[in-house]
């Protein structure tokens, strides 16, 4: 979509640190990071959240997953701990209307009871 900030990163007409790439998924470090690892998965084909990809786009999700999945076995995050977060909606404090993942890690996170 041409008006999407995460469309113009994968088309590389705005800049980002990459993590990791495939031919269906990116990613990258957030900007505004809220955690020492806070990284965004997304996926290369355009939706507005994950609720609208698994109708546009089911098998995305499971690409996306299987990309945070690769990038946490290579780097070890799975223990001691990584949580995945996609908001959807203004109440949910989606800022970003391209479907993402926020990876985060590094470090003992706070909230979901921790
Ligand atoms: P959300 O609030 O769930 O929509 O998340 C959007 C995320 O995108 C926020 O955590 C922002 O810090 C992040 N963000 C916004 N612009 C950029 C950018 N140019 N590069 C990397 N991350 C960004
Ligand atoms: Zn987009």
Same mark, same amino acid.
């Given at each position: 979509?041409?008006? @999407?900030?995460? @469309?113009?990163? /994968?088309?590389?007409?705005?800049?980002?640190?990459? &993590?990791?790439?495939?031919?269906? !998924?990116?990613?990258?470090?957030?900007?505004?990071?809220?955690?020492? /690892?806070?990284?965004?998965?997304?996926?290369? $084909?355009?939706?507005?959240?994950?609720? $609208?990809?698994?109708? +546009?786009?089911?098998?995305?999700?499971? $690409? &996306?997953?299987?990309?945070?999945?690769?990038? @946490? %076995?290579?780097?070890?995050?799975?223990?001691?701990?990584? %949580?995945?977060? +996609?908001? !959807?909606? %203004?109440?949910?404090?989606?800022?970003?209307?391209? +479907?993402?993942?926020?990876?985060?890690?590094?470090?003992?996170?706070?909230?979901?009871?921790?």
């Amino acid at each position: 979509m041409s008006d @999407c900030l995460f @469309c113009k990163i /994968i088309q590389g007409d705005i800049p980002s640190k990459k &993590v990791f790439e495939n031919d269906k !998924v990116l990613a990258f470090h957030d900007i505004n990071p809220l955690a020492k /690892i806070h990284l965004l998965f997304i996926h290369k $084909e355009h939706s507005k959240n994950v609720v $609208e990809m698994s109708q +546009t786009n089911p098998k995305a999700i499971s $690409e &996306v997953f299987q990309g945070i999945s690769e990038y @946490c %076995r290579d780097n070890n995050l799975a223990e001691p701990g990584v %949580r995945v977060v +996609t908001n !959807v909606g %203004r109440d949910a404090g989606q800022t970003v209307f391209h +479907t993402h993942f926020h990876v985060l890690s590094g470090e003992q996170l706070k909230g979901f009871g921790a």
